[in-house]
């Protein structure tokens, strides 16, 4: 038996009779076999609508940014709509990666691997929209600090359109460093377990040529306990800093001090659901119910209705501050065009799908159903979509001027585009789960003994001992 | 590195591992590495190896980060081309925090994978012995280094005693070389295992 033991209390994290080699099987096996009709047919439908996406860009590129519904007064609609909402997705993955490394909770390590692809995939879809919403996306290498020769004329580092371009390419090397760190043990293992020549070739050269040496792990450890706790502050950076966007500028509806922590809050509630709605179809595929288990599934809901309560208290501030800030444009912003006028109709969407849906989740029943749990994932991320659709649009299409008031729906190429990455963030996270353990083998591995179900039975009898009666009692059992 | 002699036996459980590093320490063998599928907790201390000093790594490129971001705008706003931006002041430290921040984490962590991987000399094309191919699934690998001091077959029972399985004799190379992990090595091969 192990060392060391956790309550018999808390839910085991594996469920069945699991030793270590069975869940390397487990979870490299469907590496290694042909991928089922479900993926082909998912596969393809990812790469059609990539391939409408790249259409839909090529033609505003070549036509140029007026092929897009915006406006005079509607400068930015869909594009930064799509751009925070796809930022805002990957922050669940850091958190789980990072913040719930920090906080010990072993939960984390059956869902970790698949949230921080789902992060690095999200943040290149965001990516996209700013670059090319500049439209001259060939001029794109402006943003960048580089020695030129008009001057050299440099980038205006108080812009938080600037700080935008630092948090984001940051954000992006430090989540793919991360991943990329945790993924090199368990390309090793598919590597001295591949029977083909090609398998061996190729996670040979991704594996780094790891060993699983006890200085390497030690090392490998400080490294990923220290990018959890520089990932932390960075997650929270990043967006504090897209919300900075809006915050810094003075429109009435954006120019708010509440935005930072009601966008990192907005963020991790969308990010969860995205990542609900990624698991919950990878573990019905994969079949990895043992590993990604309701409980698994309550925890991330718990947070859910959690941020989305957050989320919920920062909407009603925000009424309450138009109304009691004594300010007219602020206080017909909010209750003249957002709560009411023409786009109301999507202020009543958001508050639905973000504030009141959530609140299911305060029962147990529906926190541990995958069906609601499904439903839930969707509902909450057109809410959040919404909710940044929301922020811009309405704040935007009544400005000071009313024969400048407009109203504003997307073009094609603009849907196009936003499907597009739909097909790209796909692609990739398909391409992900027939090539990459979607669980972090040696994670699940560390924690089996403390967390796995066959692992917990019989631990009721040490339950009532104390720290040394337990410590004797197990070494009395390994003297034999 | 150099072509080395090992003898290795395999362990089922960390249970027993740890006992058995005890007593290879204390026998005076040379204990060459031992390979886990996982990071096991405290095996680091039990084989005597003294912390990593990664963490400072990383300390110090982030200060690199700090001062570089900092220095940089400073330089590029109060020297190099001191710009008029809507009358805002030269040397506006609240609005350079965000970018010196980010730029602290991108230094700390490009650095610290960078100085994992030439540490643990990782890289794409990098070949090593696997003295068992389940090492990195589901066994406890120990690989103890044969001396002109040291008798193989007493090493052998040694470990069998101590509840290794599996127990052979190896001639490998204990560092890396370029190679590819699907080609056979011939170097190693070469020379007979008891040579």
């Known amino acids: 038996m192990s060392l060391k033991y956790e309550s018999t209390l808390r839910e085991p994290l594996v469920d069945g009779v699991k030793d270590y080699h069975q869940v390397t099987e487990d979870i490299i096996s469907p590496i290694e076999g042909k991928p089922g009709k479900l993926w082909y047919v998912g596969f393809f439908i990812s790469l059609l609508l990539l391939g409408f996406g790249a259409f839909s860009v090529f033609w505003q590129i070549y036509f140029g940014v007026g092929v897009w519904n915006l406006n005079k007064t509607i400068g930015w609609g869909w594009d930064i709509t799509n751009f925070v909402w796809w930022v805002g997705i990957g922050h669940a993955g850091t958190l789980i990666s990072a913040i719930l490394l920090l906080f010990r909770q ?52 108080n812009s938080p359109l600037l700080w935008d371009v630092f948090a984001i390419s940051t954000y992006f090397t430090v989540s793919l460093l991360f991943w990329y760190s945790g993924l090199i043990p368990d390309f090793a293992t598919i590597r001295d377990r591949a029977k083909t020549k090609l398998r061996k070739l190729l996670y040979g050269v991704a594996s780094f040529g790891w060993t699983g040496s006890t200085k390497h792990w030690q090392r490998h450890e400080a490294l990923s306990l220290v990018l959890a706790g520089l990932s932390t502050p960075l997650v929270l950076s990043v967006h504090t800093i897209v919300s900075f966007d809006f915050a810094t500028s003075v429109i009435p509806g954006w120019h708010t001090t509440i935005f930072p922590p009601y966008f990192v809050a907005g963020a991790i509630f969308s990010g969860f659901a995205m990542v609900q709605t990624l698991l919950i179809i990878t573990r019905k595929i994969l079949h990895l119910e043992e590993y990604i288990t309701l409980g698994h599934m309550e925890a991330m809901n718990k947070v859910i209705v959690l941020t989305g309560s957050v989320v919920g208290c920062a909407y009603l501030t925000e009424l309450f501050m138009a109304w009691y800030g004594a300010n007219p444009y602020e206080f017909a912003t909010f209750f003249k065009y957002r709560a ?141 | 590195m150099a072509v080395k002699n090992f003898v290795v036996g395999l362990f089922d459980d960390e249970a027993v591992l740890f006992p058995a590093v005890k007593k290879v320490r204390n026998a005076g063998y040379k204990l060459h590495d031992v390979y886990t599928p996982f990071p096991v907790h405290g095996l680091d201390h039990a084989m005597g190896l003294r912390e990593t000093s990664l963490h400072t790594a990383g300390f110090i490129y982030g200060i690199t980060g700090t001062t570089t971001a900092l220095g940089f705008m400073s330089w590029v706003f109060n020297v190099d081309w001191p710009l008029n931006i809507g009358g805002k002041p030269h040397f506006p430290l609240p609005a350079f925090i965000p970018i010196t921040f980010e730029l602290t984490v991108l230094f700390a962590a490009v650095g610290m994978v960078m100085t994992f991987c030439y540490l643990c000399q990782l890289m794409p094309g990098v070949k090593k012995h696997i003295f068992h191919p389940r090492q990195t699934d589901d066994k406890f690998v120990m690989a103890i280094e044969l001396t002109e001091k040291t008798n193989a077959e007493e090493v052998k029972r040694f470990l069998k005693d101590a509840g290794a399985h599996d127990i052979n004799e190896q001639r490998a190379e204990a560092g890396w070389w370029y190679g590819r992990f699907d080609k056979d090595d011939a170097d190693i091969h070469a020379y007979p295992a008891n040579a």
């Open chain 1, 106 to 157: 072993g939960w984390r390590t059956g869902v970790n691997r698949a949230a921080e692809a789902m992060t690095i995939f999200a943040v290149m879809c965001a990516g996209q929209f700013p670059i090319i919403h500049m439209g001259r996306v060939w001029m794109a290498f402006f943003i960048l600090p580089y020695p030129n020769t008009r001057g050299p004329v440099w980038v205006n580092f």
């Open chain 1, 340 to 480: 009411a006028g023409p786009l109301g109709w999507s202020y009543w969407i958001m508050m639905t799908c973000n504030v009141i849906s959530p609140q299911v989740f305060w029962f147990r029943k529906m926190r541990r159903s995958v069906a609601v749990t499904f439903v839930m994932s969707i509902i909450v991320n057109i809410g959040m979509w919404f909710e940044r659709f929301v922020i811009i649009c309405t704040s935007l299409y009544r400005d000071y001027l009313p024969s400048s008031w407009s109203y504003y729906r997307p073009s094609w190429p603009e849907v196009g585009f936003y499907m597009g990455t739909f097909g790209l963030f796909f692609t990739c996270y398909f391409l992900f789960a027939k090539y990459f353990p979607v669980i972090a083998v040696a994670e699940i591995k560390s924690i089996l003994k403390t967390s796995g179900e066959n692992f917990k039975e019989g631990m009721e009898k040490y339950e009532g001992k104390t720290a040394e009666e337990f410590s004797h009692a197990v070494h009395h059992e390994h003297a034999h």
